[in-house]
């Protein structure tokens, strides 16, 4: 069994999705997750045939990043190239693997529940 948003209810106070299908065959999700911190996560996943594009950025309560993980192909020189993440409100980029939305709700969850 694999896990879903709705796993993560006990830190998620509001989530809302929408999704745009158009013609070629690319559907768009969007995604507005708000957390019981008060942090929220954007998140953008795009998919037309085997290319698949997402970006996850989660934010505190001033809208400032905390991470924000995509697989834009602009830092070649990642050995995860083109995953990475970026890093703080100045987004310093660094190499990361690939992620889910599954593994970042569990990132997210994680250091919400420690304190």
């Not at 993560?8 to 070629?24: A, C, K, L, N, R």
């Not at 065959?25 to 290319?51: A, C, H, M, N, P």
């Amino acid at each position: 069994m694999s896990l879903t948003v709705s796993d993560f209810s006990s830190v998620i106070v509001e989530y809302t999705t929408t999704t745009e299908d158009s013609p070629g065959q690319k559907r768009v999700e969007r995604g507005r997750i708000t957390f019981i911190d008060g942090s929220r996560l954007v998140t953008y996943e795009s998919r037309k045939g085997s290319r698949f594009k997402y970006g996850y950025q989660w934010m505190n309560p001033a809208a400032e990043t905390i991470f924000r993980w995509d697989n834009t192909p602009h830092f070649p020189e990642f050995a995860t190239f083109p995953h990475h993440r970026h890093v703080g409100a100045d987004e310093v980029a660094e190499p990361h693997a690939f992620v889910s939305l599954v593994d970042v709700l569990t990132i997210i969850a994680q250091r919400i529940t420690s304190g």
